[in-house]
T-cell receptor, first 118, second 110 residues
């Protein structure tokens, strides 16, 4: 079974440029998460989807960040414009929840996209 | 809000030494607790979990016990191997928002 796929693995851009990250979760997983991981820190949740609905986006900086999961499968996270402080690893994870709002169980993580903003 | 505190790293050990990585948490409810491991160049993967007080999670020789009275979930292994070198993350979920610790780097020398 294929794991969570993310692309690109690495991205270097200049500040004020836009950037997009793509994630394809494990087949059948209805819940998808985007995290940001700064150097030496643990992952911090940006947004969580249950199917195509964003059920928790309180940590997403909405002035410059946006995300979508149009068909409840793959997802895109966008930053426009990027700032120097956005340099981090962006992780995507997925899980299967039997019931809406179920306390989360095991998450499966992708390898992440390392973003460097110059 | 919820939080997870784990010991600072790196933890450097010789092969076959005993390992303990401390983790304590703060949560308003009754969370599930997890340890994830991240090997170099790879994504995080679940190592073990416990969903209620006094549960013991175990996998690959690692174990951790959910201690509600001390709000702790320390990771232990009796004899580490070079292949255990990685970053270990303690995490909790108390509905909806998972919270991760900062991670503890483990380096095991032959």
């Amino acid at each position: 079974e294929a794991g969570v796929v993310q692309s690109p693995r690495y991205k270097i851009i200049e500040k004020k440029q836009p950037v997009a990250f793509w994630c394809n979760p494990i087949s059948g997983h209805n819940t998808l998460y985007w995290y940001r991981q700064n150097l030496g820190q643990g992952p911090e949740l940006l947004i969580r989807y249950e199917n195509e609905e964003a059920v928790d986006d309180s940590q997403l900086p909405k002035d410059r960040f946006s995300a979508e999961r149009l068909k409840g499968v793959d997802s895109t996270l966008k930053i426009q414009p990027a700032e120097l402080g956005d340099s981090a690893v962006y992780l995507c994870a997925s899980s299967y929840s039997r019931l809406a709002g179920e306390r989360f169980d095991e998450q499966f993580f992708g390898p992440g996209t390392r973003l460097t903003v110059l | 809000g919820d939080s997870v505190t784990q010991m600072e790293g790196p933890v450097t050990l010789s092969e076959e030494a005993c390992l303990t990585i401390n983790c304590t948490y703060t949560a308003t409810g009754y969370p599930s607790l997890f340890w994830y491991v991240q090997y170099p160049g790879e994504g995080l993967q679940l190592l073990l979990k416990a969903t209620k007080a006094d549960d013991k999670g175990s996998n690959k020789g690692f174990e951790a016990t959910y201690r509600k009275e001390t709000t702790s979930f320390h990771l232990e292994k009796g004899s580490v191997q070079v292949s255990d070198s990685a970053v270990y993350f303690c995490a909790l979920s108390d509905y909806y928002i998972p919270t991760f610790g900062r991670g503890t780097s483990l380096i095991v020398h032959p």
